[in-house]
């Protein structure tokens, strides 16, 4: 089953009120790919290997990617409870403690939203946005 389908089919399965919790899982997932994203684009702009990088910017950019990816480690294991109290397939299906396959996992749920959305396959609008009730609009 791909990521997509495994995350409609919890949302799907998840009592109402628990859905932003696995919302909000991705949205942390999200912000520390994105970060990883904005820290290497800064890198690529500011490098010069005459001048190299300031210990201060390292150790900033350092700080802040380790605790969205600190951030990131806390979401796949939530992810992994709900779909343990919906009864599905867990999402996160590694060790979510090894720190690369976190940040490998979080690339790929970044892209795979991202072209699920490009190819319309399986748009991601059908689970990220719902009506007022809290069902899918396409439910």
């Known amino acids: 089953m791909d990521l997509i389908k495994r995350l ?4 799907k399965a ?3 009120d628990k859905r932003p919790e696995a919302i909000a899982c991705i949205e942390t ?3 520390y790919s994105v970060l990883v994203v904005e820290e290497q684009l800064g890198f690529l ?3 010069h290997p005459e001048e190299g990088i300031s210990y201060h910017d390292t150790r900033f950019w350092n700080k802040l990617r380790s605790d ?3 951030a990131a ?3 796949c294991s939530l992810l992994n409870e709900l779909c343990q109290e919906a009864n599905v397939d867990k999402i996160c299906d ?3 403690t090894e720190r690369k396959k976190v940040a490998e996992f979080c690339g790929f749920v970044l892209s795979s939203l991202f072209y699920s959305n490009i190819s319309c396959k399986d748009p991601v609008t059908s689970w990220l946005n719902f009506s007022q009730n809290g069902e899918s609009e396409d439910s």
């Open 94 to 96: 590694f060790d979510v």
């Open 73 to 75: 480690i806390n979401a």
């Open 29 to 31: 997932i999200k912000i």
């Open 45 to 47: 702009g500011t490098f």
């Open 8 to 11: 409609m089919e919890l949302y």
């Open 14 to 16: 998840l009592p109402i």
């Open 68 to 70: 969205a990816h600190d």
